[in-house]
Nanobody, 111 residues
Framework: VQLQASGGGLVQPGGSLRLSCVAS??????MAWFRQAPGKERELVAA???????DYADSVKGRCTISIGNPKNRLYLQMNSLKSEDTGVYYC????????WGQGTLVTVSS
């Protein structure tokens, strides 16, 4: 399974981004977005299970929405009211990180 994340970039605090993840070979049902901030370990920020039940890290709750698109090999993360602490490389994977990690997409929140 190859996972390709995209949609990152430089955004000012308070701005929005929509991250996308495309997979080859599978349709998504249980997936997650992870973030690795500079100098920190990778952490789970949002997960979706059964195709619709969602869960979020406290740090992004209320500001981010994870969803599965159509066709179901597309995963999204809508990020609003971005903060500097949201800066990092974002990866998509299963909630347990069972797939091979892709390169991720860099999000930089800075004025």
């Amino acid at each position: 399974v190859q996972l390709q994340a995209s949609g990152g970039g430089l955004v000012q605090p308070g701005g929005s981004l929509r991250l996308s993840c495309v997979a080859s070979g599978i349709y998504f049902k249980n997936m997650a977005w992870f973030r690795q901030a500079p100098g920190k370990e990778r952490e789970l920020v949002a997960a979706i299970t059964g195709g619709r039940d969602t869960d979020y890290a406290d740090s992004v709750k209320g500001r981010c929405t994870i969803s599965i698109g159509n066709p179901k090999n597309r995963l999204y993360l809508q990020m609003n009211s971005l903060k500097s602490e949201d800066t990092g490389v974002y990866y998509c994977n299963s909630p347990t990180g069972s797939y091979e990690w892709g390169q991720g997409t860099l999000v930089t929140v800075s004025s």
